[in-house]
């Protein structure tokens, strides 16, 4: 089988710039009905992308940035996180709805634990940068699937738009974060401790940042349904093609988790999009 080409860290640098927001109709937004739903994932989504930034500052403490490819690759893919924010942020007040803002540098105890531990292991363990690979093609990938999926969901013309041109984004992302991970999980101790360290610990960008209602939330809203756990089903079996991950069940097993407590049924009903949110959320004047 013929090797696939090696991502072009030089090329991705030069041509990394903010999202292009020319031309989107945001006078147009409000002419549109946009799901209670979709307004609620967007707030999500634009809190998370913001918080790219404190994923930055635990980075900056481990040994991935002695790599450097991913030393090139960190501030650029930085910045287009954080212009993504501010683009969802735009559509959100666009609508007439509010956004999140969020004290970053205050983190609870078990946070400020958990990022010393990532640092620690970080420092320490040699192939700590391809888990930390692997991790991060999940995320990518969850996170573009999710945006497509918001996208058929949503049915909006100007979401439609905008979203396109951040998922271009996101496919950039993943590609650098897959190939990395392939090149690195070629190492069979390597690829071991990673897959128990997803299988394990791996959950969704967002968990443990945003309330659990809304990581919920969103497993039902995009990823439940026959399309949703097609979408899911997806990822998993893109993830377990890297050396070491064939048959890995992640988002899968997730979404099963999140959508098997309670109500699923008013779920699943609607192809994955809650019933009882498909209303036309009335924005604030
Ligand atoms: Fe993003
Ligand atoms: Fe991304």
Partial sequence: MMEPA??????????SRAVDLSGIAWD??????????????????QDIECHTIVYLRELLATRVID???????????????????????????AAGHSTIERVRSRESFRKRLEAAAIAGI????????AAHMSWGAINELTT??????????????????????????E??????????????????GAARVTRFLIEHFWAPVGS???????VRFLARY???????????????????????????????????????RGDSDRFSAAGGVPVGDVAECVPNS
């Fill in 6 to 15: 090696p991502f072009d860290i030089g090329r991705y640098v030069t041509r």
């Fill in 28 to 45: 147009e937004v409000r002419n549109y009905p946009l799901p209670a739903g979709t307004v609620r994932t967007l707030r999500y989504m």
């Fill in 67 to 93: 790599d450097p490819e991913v030393a090139a690759f960190l501030p650029c893919w930085f910045y287009e996180e954080a212009f993504h924010g501010r683009a969802l942020a735009r559509f959100l007040e």
């Fill in 122 to 129: 970080g420092r320490m363990w040699r192939d700590f940068t």
């Fill in 144 to 169: 573009l699937t999710g945006y497509k999926r918001l996208t058929e969901v949503a049915q909006h013309p100007v979401l439609d738009e905008l979203l396109k041109r951040i998922i271009r984004d």
């Fill in 171 to 188: 496919s950039r992302h993943f590609d650098f974060y897959f190939r990395q991970a392939e090149r690195r999980l070629k190492s069979p």
């Fill in 208 to 214: 443990g940042v945003q309330p659990v209602e809304e």
């Fill in 222 to 260: 995009l990823l439940s349904g026959p399309e949703g756990r097609d979408a899911a089903r997806r990822i998993d079996s893109t993830i377990g093609t890297l050396p070491g991950l064939a048959g890995v069940r992640l988002v899968e097993s997730w979404v099963d988790r999140e959508c098997g």
